[in-house]
């Protein structure tokens, strides 16, 4: 069973910075595709970013220029670097896997973190 947790997040000014960790059991992005999801109260979960089992990373909009995805398979563990934060930000960020990138874009990943809260103060 493939376990994901997710750290890094907490309370920063706008304009800040936070690095957000996706640490996984076993080897797995080598052969996974990553995608990181964001859900405010009251608003649907919306997809940040994704990559690819070849290190190929696509965006949403808001967050180009400001957010990384990126891996790292000899610790097994992936990131979100998060720079120049915004308020519109504040969300709980949750780390989602699976073989398929399609899967993991439409929001049905077959593993999922816990998720860790992030909020932007203006």
């Known amino acids: 069973q493939v376990q994901l947790v997710e750290s890094g997040g907490g309370l920063v000014q706008a304009g800040g910075s936070l690095r957000l960790s996706c640490a996984a059991s076993?080897?797995?992005?080598?052969?996974?595709?990553m995608g990181w999801y964001r859900q405010a109260p009251g608003k649907q979960r919306e997809l940040v970013a994704a990559?690819?089992?070849?290190?190929?990373?696509n965006y949403t909009d808001s967050v180009k220029g400001r957010f990384t995805i990126s891996r790292d398979n000899a610790k097994n563990t992936g990131y979100l670097q998060m720079n120049s934060l915004k308020p519109e930000d504040t969300a709980v960020y949750y780390c989602?896997?699976?073989?398929?990138?399609?899967?993991?874009?439409?929001?049905?990943?077959?593993?999922w973190g816990q998720g860790t809260q992030v909020t932007v103060s203006s």
């Open positions: 990559i690819t089992r070849g290190g190929i990373t």
């Open positions: 989602a896997v699976d073989p398929s990138l399609m899967k993991v874009v439409a929001g049905r990943g077959t593993y």
């Open positions: 076993g080897s797995i992005f080598r052969f996974n595709a």
